[in-house]
DNA sequence: TTGACATATTCCCATATCGGCATATAATCC
DNA sequence: GGATTATATGCCGATATGGGAATATGTCAA
């Protein structure tokens, strides 16, 4: 077997940097292919791809405007990565907290010491 | 080129489904390679390979004791996905009141006919 | 119909993947 | 040291990738 296609899942999809660049851009307003490649410097067939992905995880939407086709991000297909990565959330913290009771057990031994305050 | 690596960063790494699994596996509690292959019905070299791409992302920690190695998730290196994905919410958000302000414009022209209600 | 514009698809290639299998490294115990 | 246990690495093959270049499809306008 080799690495789990692109269009498998959202994971796999928004692996790719440019694709999550699309994403974003696409998520405050729908744009035509054309914006897309102005903005990410890309050439046109490159993004034609990189959206045809995204749809088929159903990341993006499609609508067909004249000769154009108006893209636009289906942020409920994030909800999964979001849900999935919140999921750590309280490991993180608790880290943070640990790390953080670390360094004032640090503090109170160096003793009237502050720092990381920029004066 | 091709795709990039899955040590390129941590989207790339979770873009693996067993990847996944040994993160959540791994983020209750510190635990021997064995314990995984167990777990998750793999090959040993298998999930050694898997942790190696994990360990080069920073998303999971080892400590040698005696013969095993002990890994766990480092939950601070999931944090940049969980951050990605948040900037969604607010999309999905509002999706989700356009979706209910059309179920409700529905709902009063049908007038006085619930639903939706587990009674 | 013809031409111009907007987007999509196809073909090619270098590259990395993941699993399976065999083997290497490392630590422990006798 | 030698055997055993625990984990890591190397090699193989089938597969999919993403960029580039060329071309196809689709839409409008005259």
Redo the contacts between chains.
Sequence with gaps: MA??A?TSDA??A????RR?EI??FL?LQERPVADIVLQLGLEQPSVSKHLRVLRDVGLVRVRREGRQKLYR????A??P??E??????R??R???IQVKERAEAQANKIQSRPWGEKT
Tied chains: 1, 2.
């Design positions: 690495r789990a692109t994971f796999n928004i692996a790719e940097p999550r994403l974003s998520a991000t289906n942020a409920e994030i909800r990565l979001y999935w990565t919140s999921t750590f959330q490991f993180w608790h880290q943070l």
